[in-house]
């Protein structure tokens, strides 16, 4: 839809980046038995992607946490909160193998499950270059909701905060801010730390709502399989998803985000009968 710019692909970066980490922090301490000792029982595409799905689910809440200690919701501040853990572990590793670098690298090899995950990733791209055509497919946004949220996701990126202004009436307020205070800020927020690091507004909001929309289809995915315990199933429910007409569109309104983290909240629950500590996930 738009030529891609350094910005742009900085910016791309840092989300994965943010929900990644954040993700992996979660995690860590339920996969780190397995890496340390035994193979992980889950495929790695499996547990990786499923990290920035769990991170967007961290991101929502950490935002909330901050903005309440009046902490500066600002890209800097997550992108070191994201990063800690990774970088820990990564320390401990190396230190482990006495800070030697790797003599042989893993082999990339085709498996049935990774042509599985292949098919979910291109049902995930179809969808990602219909939603973002749809939405540059003209400059200005439609309708109340896409205004009223890049009038909050403005505010937090200047101000860093996600609490209603002092105004002289709370009307006046929710006229200025109908989504930040008390409406749950978080889709605001993640849009407005974006929009710290990408000087486009109107880019930001339409490409990452239909990025998130469409990652969902590759959560639902992973957690199709993890519920079913059969590809083939996951993968034809998959499929339905992105095609019913019922689902989500290029619209941008904070269903995208929630309808989203739905999926890896219920990815959580199936893993809780093979390990408690997926409780702390799903209740994160």
């Known amino acids: 839809p738009k030529k891609a710019t350094a910005p742009t692909i900085i910016n791309i970066l840092l989300f994965f980046i943010y929900l990644w980490g954040l993700g992996f922090s979660v995690t860590y301490f339920i996969y780190s ?139 006046e307020a929710e006229s200025i801010l109908s989504y930040i205070d008390p409406y749950p800020p978080a889709y605001d927020v993640l849009m407005g730390v974006l929009h710290q690091t990408s000087p486009d507004l109107n880019w930001t909001i339409k490409f990452f709502n239909a990025l998130i929309i469409s990652l969902g289809l590759l959560f639902f995915y992973f957690f199709a399989n993890s519920f079913t315990e059969n590809k083939t199933k996951a993968l034809a429910a998959t499929f339905f998803l992105a095609v019913i007409p019922s689902y989500l569109s290029h619209f941008i309104w904070a269903h995208s985000m929630t309808i989203t983290l739905l999926f890896h909240a219920l990815y959580a629950f199936t893993k809780i009968f093979e390990e408690k500590k997926w409780a702390i996930v799903l209740a994160v």
């Open 33 to 171: 038995k397995n890496r340390d000792h035994e193979k992980p029982k889950n495929d790695f595409w499996e547990r990786e992607i499923m990290n920035i799905s769990i991170g967007l689910g961290v991101f929502a809440i950490l935002s909330i946490i901050l903005n309440f200690f009046r902490v500066p919701l600002d890209w800097k501040i997550f992108l070191l909160l994201s990063l800690m853990i990774p970088l820990w572990a990564g320390f401990r590793f190396c230190k482990k193998n006495g800070f030697k670098l790797p003599t042989k690298f893993p082999k990339l090899v085709l498996t049935k499950n990774n042509l599985f995950v292949l098919a979910a990733a291109f049902i995930f791209a179809v969808s990602l270059y219909i939603y973002a055509s749809g939405a540059f497919a003209y400059p200005y946004l439609e309708d109340e909701d896409p205004w009223g949220h890049s009038i909050g996701v403005k505010y937090v990126a200047l101000n860093k905060d996600a609490y209603n202004p002092i105004t002289a009436t709370v009307q």
